[in-house]
């Protein structure tokens, strides 16, 4: 299916584990971006990334690690767990430009 | 870098009632201004652009224009209704893309 789609839809996990949230698009857009959404805060930029294999800081992204080896994909990892990092996280893509972004679902992560 | 910030929410309105969320913005240059929704349990999904500086963007009866003089892009709605509750984002378009808190909006019967 065309779009964007991030997998799991929820999750919960132990603090102290390691956990990869995936999103794929299928547009080829060169952009791609986490998102955390955390009540009172808004959506908060984690890592974003240009293009294949470019990746950047976003405001928050201590605690978190991305890679982008294909242009599709956009892996966001949490190498150890915290309760700190439960919140709902967003994955999106944009051609870039000064265009819109499109948004996935959310994944729902919970840190026990 | 860009920065949004915008009205505090949340607002509630009765339906019909005008809306206006206020959204003011720093950007290098100009560049493309955004509203999004995001509806309860779903992602943000465009609702309406502005490219350049006096454009009005507009869709589903909302309007924005874009105000250089200000920085502003506030949004508009001559009438709600309920189905229009949702969390309203303004965004500076670029590279790093940027949002703010977010606008709840309630719209009572």
């Known amino acids: 299916d065309a779009g964007i789609t991030q997998s799991p839809r929820y999750k919960i996990t132990e603090t102290g584990r390691q956990v990869t949230l995936m999103c794929h698009q299928t547009?080829?857009?060169?952009?791609m971006f986490w998102y955390r959404q955390d009540l009172g805060h808004g959506l908060r930029l984690i890592y974003y990334?240009?293009?294949?294999?470019?990746?950047d800081k976003g405001e928050v992204p201590d605690g978190y690690v991305v890679s982008r080896s294909k242009t599709e994909n956009f892996p966001l990892t949490l190498e150890s767990a915290t309760r700190s990092q439960t919140s709902v996280y967003f994955c999106?893509?944009?051609?870039?430009?000064?265009?819109?972004?499109?948004f996935g679902q959310g994944t729902r992560l919970t840190v026990v | 870098g860009n920065s949004v910030t915008q009205m505090e929410g949340p607002v509630t309105l009765s339906e019909e009632a005008f809306l206006t969320i206020n959204c003011t913005y720093t950007a290098t240059g100009y560049p493309s201004l955004f509203w999004y929704v995001q509806y309860p349990g779903e992602g943000l999904q465009l609702l309406l652009k502005a490219t350049k500086a006096d454009d009005k963007g507009s869709n589903k009866g909302f309007e924005a224009t874009y105000r250089k003089e200000t920085t502003s892009f506030h949004l508009e709605k001559g009438s709600v209704q309920v189905s229009d509750s949702a969390v309203y984002f303004c965004?500076?378009?670029?590279?790093?893309?940027?949002f703010g808190q977010g606008t709840e909006l309630s719209v009572k019967p």
């Open positions: 990334s240009a293009a294949a294999d470019i990746t």
């Open positions: 999106a893509s944009s051609a870039g430009g000064g265009t819109a972004a499109f």
């Open positions: 965004a500076p378009g670029g590279g790093k893309l940027i």
């Open positions: 547009w080829s857009h060169s952009y």
